[in-house]
């Protein structure tokens, strides 16, 4: 039973990395390399190959995540302080060190992207859940923000509604004003551009926040 190749882009720094990674893939069935730059747009995963993430790089992946018609796959080189949550933040959905990509692992990362999952080596996911954590403790604790859209009072909030409480028993509850409740539930249907109390419900339901 056959199955559809998916095309790729590579994108790499200098001619030989292109040519290099470009015939790596060619020979397998699972996926179709797209070597004219016309034909990019076709593409359903771009594979992104750099020695490190600086700002030449950074620019590249927030172009191909602006587009929004491709996932993308990082092949790097040197995983500097802070490079994977830059990474994440420009849209990656895999990661892989260059010393580790074999024409096997980039071809299982290139399907696991297009099925829309995401792809990091142990250690390196390891590294991006601490600094997560020093972000959460460091920056967003102090001023009562979460790494979602919502701030940590908006999320109780919305955990009370989703409970059934209406506004004077949400403002009892948490020592606040029903104006300041409005004002919450406003502030997120406004922001997150949601419909009412019910459509905010789900959006954090189904985003896991409460």
């Known amino acids: 039973m056959s ?3 998916v095309p790729v882009a590579v994108y790499a720094e200098d001619p030989i990395s292109q040519a290099g990674v470009a015939f790596q893939l060619s020979s397998r069935s699972e996926v179709e390399v797209l070597r004219n730059p016309e034909d990019a747009s076709r593409a359903a995963v771009s594979l992104v190959v750099v020695d490190r993430l600086d700002d030449g790089a950074t620019r590249l992946l927030r172009r191909l995540r602006q587009s929004g018609t491709t996932r993308t796959g990082l092949v790097v080189g040197q995983v500097e302080q802070n490079a994977l949550s830059l990474a994440i933040e420009c849209g990656v959905a895999g990661v892989l060190r260059r010393i580790d990509a074999t024409q096997d692992r980039l071809v299982d990362m290139i399907t696991a992207a297009s ?3 995401g792809v990091l ?15 959460q403790r460091k920056v967003l604790d102090p001023r009562g923000l979460t790494m979602s859209a919502l701030t940590a009072r908006e999320i109780d909030v919305l955990q009370l509604i989703s409970e059934g409480f209406d506004t004077g028993e949400i403002a009892a509850k948490l020592c606040y004003s029903e104006r300041t409740v409005k004002n919450v539930l406003y502030e997120v249907t406004n922001r997150l551009q949601l419909r009412n109390r019910a459509h905010a419900v789900a959006y954090v ?3 896991g926040l409460i």
Do not use: Y
């Open 3 to 5: 199955t559809e190749r």
């Open 115 to 117: 099925r829309g999952e």
């Open 205 to 207: 339901m189904r985003h």
């Open 121 to 135: 080596p142990g250690d390196l996911l390891g590294k991006l859940l601490e600094q997560m954590g020093q972000l």
